[in-house]
């Protein structure tokens, strides 16, 4: 399975401001997801981001609080954009494996105030 | 009715005990199974990975699928303390479509 890396790991936000986060996987992966997770609950899916297309968004999320960048098969971005104390959840990046299954990355914790 | 329920727990059990975790789903397409364990503070890890119905079997874990019944199960033998942790059941359409998770059911193992 891949190696995936966020960076950061966390943060805490002033209410208003944004905050990009990175993923970096180890190896070159058509699929990539971001997720987030509120406290004690499970996850829901932001979006979709394969390389050379643009971000497939789920109900609910939209291009301007969250864009996305592929810019190439091992690195993805999301940003939260001027955030609220609702956003604070931990955001998770994953890559798709060669079965159709998920691999997840570590998280990044975010804390608006 | 939620596409995909679990009985959140917490569940506790004394070590060495065998663990039932179940999942239940509404969707009858759904054909790929997973079961993830995330630990406090870091991010799901793939247990369990099951298409279509049938069994599965890796180590200490087996995954049962009964599409039928719309019933899927993690069993883990021989349980230990650090069993304690989040077990997320998930499932999708085919390959490469999304996955739909269940909410977690928290599990501790006690010594």
């Known amino acids: 399975s891949a190696v995936i890396s966020q960076k950061p790991s966390r943060d805490i936000c002033q209410r208003g401001t944004s905050l990009t986060i990175q993923c970096q996987v180890d190896s070159q992966v058509t699929m990539m997801f971001w997720y987030r997770q509120q406290p004690g609950q499970s996850l829901t899916l932001i979006a979709t981001a394969n390389q050379g297309s643009e971000a497939t968004y789920e109900s609910g999320f939209v291009i301007d609080k969250f864009p996305i960048s592929r810019p190439n098969l091992t690195f993805s971005t999301l940003t939260v954009s001027n955030m609220s104390p609702e956003d604070s959840s931990i955001y998770l990046c994953?890559?798709?494996?060669?079965?159709?299954?998920?691999?997840f990355g570590p998280g990044t914790r975010l804390t608006v105030t | 009715q939620k596409e995909v329920e679990q009985d959140p727990g917490p569940l506790s059990v004394p070590e060495g005990a065998i663990v039932s975790l179940n999942c239940t789903y509404s969707?009858?397409?759904?054909?790929?199974f997973m079961w993830y364990r995330q630990y406090s503070r870091k991010g799901p890890e793939l247990l369990m990975y099951?298409?279509?119905?049938g069994n599965k079997e890796d180590g200490r874990f087996t995954a049962q699928v009964d599409k039928s019944s719309k019933y899927i199960s993690l069993f883990i033998r021989d349980s230990q303390p650090s069993d304690s942790a989040t077990y997320l059941c998930a499932m999708s359409l085919g390959y490469g479509q999304n996955f739909v998770f269940g909410p977690g059911t928290r599990l501790s193992v006690l010594p």
């Open positions: 099951t298409y279509s119905s």
């Open positions: 994953s890559v798709g494996g060669e079965k159709g299954e998920q691999y």
């Open positions: 969707n009858s397409a759904f054909q790929y």
